[in-house]
């Protein structure tokens, strides 16, 4: 096999891969109805911008060889100047394409707005998320519960999520649910998901936070409602998260594995946003101690 063969089924091989690896953790396997909506708008599109791409590949080989130099047969017509036909064609399908185009995005835009609750006969389950260099904290205020980089929900029931950092802005995804939403300093965003059914998912920061920004990822796991009740009732004998023990936790580190807590200090969360609010970003648990001679 020649050098450009190589090349070429490497690249194909690459594109074979990740398109695997995609289809496995991103939303074109959607496992619940956010993901699911985002798929099909996305496929929609393609759809709609592959009736110009399509004709394109396809006219400009033929045009090419039509064309040619050297090619003695072909109709001349120097006098020719203007066709209503084309003029339309040019002008008319890319802007109905266009049009298309606008009203489907604003359209879904609206539609999948994270911060609309999902309709569902179930209760909707409240889950506040702190994003902290490298891990995500996640607290179950009517639970009184917590766990780091690990997030266990019912499966078929609504999950509100209230998001806030306190290092740098962060951008909190799980891909096969849908939506990604970012998480802000001193600010509370919303996120609103559910799975379809039971399942194990891979979640992430999407926003770039520093050297061990890679490694930020967590488990979301979808489980039955008598699974999720058992759960929590097993976190409730780990140690108490109280102001202590998050400013331990806050502190910049990669955990090896899922730590939890129960007995949650109440109105937790609230604190933390008011703290980032009040407090130098310099003098945060997590923030980055300068040396002598300036390095951190």
């Known amino acids: 096999m020649n050098y450009p063969s190589a090349r070429w089924v490497i690249v194909l091989a690459t594109l074979f891969l990740a398109s695997c690896g995609f289809s496995d953790h991103g939303f074109l396997a959607p496992a619940g109805p956010i993901a699911e909506a985002q798929r099909n708008h996305f496929l929609s599109i393609t759809a709609w911008t592959l009736v110009v791409i399509v004709p394109l590949f396809v006219a400009t080989p033929i045009v090419l060889w039509k064309y040619r130099f050297g090619k003695k047969d072909s109709t001349y017509r120097p006098n020719w100047t203007f066709s209503w036909i084309l003029e339309g064609l040019i002008w008319g399908l890319p802007l109905i394409i266009v049009g298309v185009l ?16 999902i309709a569902s006969d179930k209760p909707t389950l409240r889950i506040q998320v702190v994003g902290l260099d490298w891990k995500w904290l996640f607290i179950y205020p009517d639970q009184k519960i917590a766990s780091v980089n690990q997030l266990v929900f019912p499966a078929d029931r609504p999950v509100r999520f209230e998001l806030t950092s306190e290092t740098v802005m962060q951008a909190f995804m799980i891909p096969r649910l849908g939506s990604q939403i970012y998480a802000m300093p001193g600010m509370i965003t ?6 379809s059914e039971p399942g194990s998912y891979r979640g992430q920061n999407t926003q770039y936070n520093g050297k061990a920004f890679a490694k930020q990822k967590f488990t979301a796991k979808a489980v039955s ?27 910049r580190s990669v955990l090896s594995e899922p730590v939890f807590f129960g007995n949650i200090t109440p109105g937790l969360f609230q604190r933390i946003i008011e703290r980032v609010k009040s407090t130098p970003a310099v003098e945060l648990p997590g923030a980055v101690k300068q040396t002598s001679e300036g390095g951190s």
């Open 102 to 117: 606008g009203w489907n995005v604003w359209k879904v835009s609206h539609q999948l707005d994270p911060y609309t609750p």
């Open 190 to 195: 919303q996120l609103n998901l559910l799975a």
């Open 225 to 251: 409602e008598f699974t999720f009740e058992d759960w929590v009732n097993q976190q409730k004998s780990n140690p108490p998260l109280d102001i202590s023990a998050y400013n331990k936790l806050a502190r």
